[in-house]
């Protein structure tokens, strides 16, 4: 009963570099979303998808691009790591469209920018 | 802009008791509130969820009221244990066919429940 996985955990990256952080989904929900969380703030939506090939920018969206190629996975690129982005992000999913349906979420990635 | 409070400090109680948490907002319209349990190192685990024309819902141990003329919402734990030490966030939704993906979360609450 996998739900939400995440990869890596953790991350280390120098100013400038380019990754992918992954997310796959097995309960065929097809909205997935990405989440960045800092201290002393709520979760901030990134991107999110509605469904395969379809995205959409959420409250923070620069410097991060998605694709969703597949109802499972949903991929977040970094394209120019700063430091501002050092964060955990967690990716969620869900098998309703609005507020009536709660988030699976994974269990993040810490991402430390150098 | 809109805005949704949790207390910052954390809320420190003894086993057995009733921990209450709230959580408000301004400049929201929000039909639906939801409330996570977040675990240090984990992502947040849904717990509730509460619709607009709800003043109350339980589960269990759990009981959340949802008042939209306050703007607040209140979440009940009670008999509290030690098993409920962790961070409480709670979300704002809207019913809109397009709110999907645009929760609004709180910074949540640290709970600490000590024996």
């Known amino acids: 009963n996998a739900g939400v996985t995440q990869t890596p955990k953790f991350q280390v990256l120098k100013t400038g570099q380019s990754m992918t952080l992954q997310c796959a989904q097995d309960?065929?929900?097809?909205?997935m979303s990405w989440y960045r969380q800092d201290p002393g703030m709520g979760l901030r939506l990134i991107h999110y998808?509605?469904?395969?090939?379809?995205?959409d920018q959420g409250e923070v969206p620069n410097g991060y691009n998605v694709s969703r190629s597949t109802t499972e996975d949903f991929p977040l690129r970094l394209l120019s790591a700063a430091p501002s982005q050092t964060s955990v992000y967690f990716c969620a999913s869900s098998s309703g469209r609005d507020g009536n349906s709660p988030l699976h979420f994974g269990n993040g990635t810490r991402l430390t920018v150098t | 802009s809109q805005k949704i409070e949790q207390n910052s400090e954390a809320l420190n109680i003894q086993e057995g008791k009733t921990a209450t948490l709230t959580c408000n907002y301004t400049?929201?319209?929000?039909?639906?509130l939801q409330w996570y349990r977040q675990d240090p190192g984990r992502g947040p685990v849904f717990l509730l969820l509460?619709?607009?024309?709800?003043k109350e819902k339980r589960k269990e141990r759990l009981k959340v009221t949802f008042d939209t003329t306050l703007k607040q919402s209140l979440f009940h734990i009670t008999a509290s244990q030690p098993a409920d030490s962790a961070t409480y966030l709670c979300?704002?939704?809207?019913?809109?066919?397009?709110?999907?993906?645009?929760?609004?979360f709180g910074a949540g609450t640290q709970v600490v429940v000590t024996p």
């Open positions: 979300a704002l939704g809207r019913r809109a066919t397009d709110s999907w993906g645009k929760l609004q």
């Open positions: 400049n929201y319209s929000p039909a639906y």
């Open positions: 998808s509605v469904g395969a090939g379809i995205t």
């Open positions: 509460i619709r607009e024309n709800e």
């Open positions: 309960m065929n929900h097809e909205y």
